[in-house]
């Protein structure tokens, strides 16, 4: 079992930088992939960027590449997710996932295994 907690959330303008962490406890940390997930009002879950478990393959989707960069610490057993150039289509709920199988790439919400509970990320124009 491994449990997920996220922080770092926020209200921030346009054009302004919120960075997110995942700590992850209960099974070993260098175990697992972990990513980030995001989810509106009124629309569906989706894959925002995820992190393979040494930390060698990172995916990302398109709308945030160049602006979002997912990183991990072993020492702290946390991925970050830095998110820099904020628009207002980015205002979701944000939540960590993660899985342990040997095909890192995941863009599918319900093929994860552990989730955290989220944090709000609010982008005014």
């Known amino acids: 079992q491994v449990l997920l907690v996220e922080s770092g959330g926020g209200l921030v303008q346009a054009g302004g930088s919120l960075s997110l962490s995942c700590v992850a406890s209960?099974?070993?940390?260098?175990?697992?992939?972990v990513g980030w997930f995001r989810q509106a009002p009124g629309k569906e879950r989706e894959f925002v960027a995820i992190?393979?478990?040494?930390?060698?393959?990172?995916y990302y989707r398109q709308s945030v590449k160049g602006r979002f960069t997912i990183s991990r610490d072993n020492t702290r057993n946390a991925v970050d997710l830095q998110m820099d150039n904020l628009k207002p289509e980015d205002t979701a709920t944000y939540y960590c996932?993660?899985?342990?199988?040997?095909?890192?790439?995941?863009?599918?919400?319900?093929?994860?295994?552990?989730w955290g509970q989220g944090t709000q990320v609010t982008v005014s124009s």
């Open positions: 209960g099974r070993p940390f260098s175990s697992i992939n």
């Open positions: 996932a993660a899985h342990s199988g040997s095909d890192i790439y995941r863009e599918v919400w319900d093929t994860y295994d552990y």
């Open positions: 992190i393979g478990w040494n930390a060698r393959r990172i």
